[in-house]
């Protein structure tokens, strides 16, 4: 039954604020991380310090003589930039409804970065042997599939001109494609909150390590999920509970993105060259 409390008009600005809380701190994150990105990798290979890309913990960056790993390694690492940037730009209502044309071009290129992303992404796995153990190669993999799937379902809704079904499955296309973002802040949250790398190891194998992969993605895709079935409940107290949960989630990405700003993104772009 609907009751008074859930049909509320300020009651339901709370629970659309609650989620547009979790997008900001998440587009704060996101741009520091851009700006890391473009900062680190961007200016090495703008100026032709590839050996450079190792500066970072990567698992497999510049390697002499494969030149084709190499342009596939920067590209990815480049492109993931554009991605998020484009990614962000497209789920900022106010530029969909005044730049309606503006949206749909971008819309594409955030598509095809995303397509071409999963598909380097499984290359660099397989293929180069980009993986610390077949457990994190696998957990990589299912998330390049997730985002292909999800942006043949964006696009073949886009077409039909089912467009609400279509927002919702950009939505889920952007929360697969941002996995890379979200594991780096879940595992700063993560040794933040327990106060040092409990369950982690260096090959990723360590059970903190398995959950943290694999929530990367599946964890904000079920939140979206959560969230917007939220909106649709007419219970007060389900929505009161997601709206706790959206809270929780929030904080908990706040200090991620604090612990990885801090310790991680910020601190390389003083490293010298």
């Given amino acids: 039954m609907k009751t008074k409390t859930s049909s509320n008009p300020a009651f339901r600005r709370i629970f659309r604020l609650s989620g547009a809380t979790w997008f900001c701190v998440a587009v704060m994150g996101q741009a520091i991380f851009v700006i890391y990105i473009l900062g680190f990798y961007g200016l090495r290979t703008a100026t032709g310090d590839y050996a450079g890309w190792n500066d970072r913990q990567v698992i497999t960056g510049h390697v002499a003589g494969d030149d084709v790993g190499n342009v596939v390694f920067a590209l990815h690492v480049l492109l993931a930039a554009v991605m ?3 990614g962000v730009l497209q789920l900022i209502p106010a530029l ?5 044309a503006f949206h749909r071009w971008n819309g594409r290129v955030f598509l095809a970065l995303a397509v071409t992303m999963a598909l380097s992404g499984l290359w660099a796995t397989w293929v180069r042997g980009s993986y610390l153990s077949i457990i994190s190669g ?4 299912l998330n390049g599939v997730l985002i292909l799937i999800f942006a043949a379902q964006t696009i073949r809704h886009a077409v ?10 950009a939505m889920r ?18 040794v933040i909150l327990n106060q040092g790398p409990r369950g982690n190891n260096e090959t990723l194998t360590g059970p903190a390590d398995i959950g943290l992969s694999l929530s990367s993605y599946l964890l904000p895709l079920a939140a979206y999920e959560i969230y ?26 706040l200090i991620g993105v604090g612990g990885a700003a801090a310790f991680m993104w910020l601190p390389a772009l003083t490293t010298p060259q």
């Fill in 173 to 190: 296309l952007f929360m697969v494609a941002s996995g890379v973002w979200f594991f780096r802040v879940g595992i700063m949250a993560w």
């Fill in 160 to 169: 039909a001109r089912r467009i609400a079904v279509h927002e919702v499955w």
């Fill in 84 to 86: 998020t940037a484009s």
């Fill in 96 to 100: 969909r409804r005044r730049f309606p």
């Fill in 138 to 141: 696998l957990s990589v993999s």
């Fill in 228 to 253: 917007r079935a939220g909106k649709r409940t007419k219970s007060a107290s389900l929505r009161l509970a997601v709206m706790v949960l959206v809270a929780a989630l929030t904080l908990v990405t």
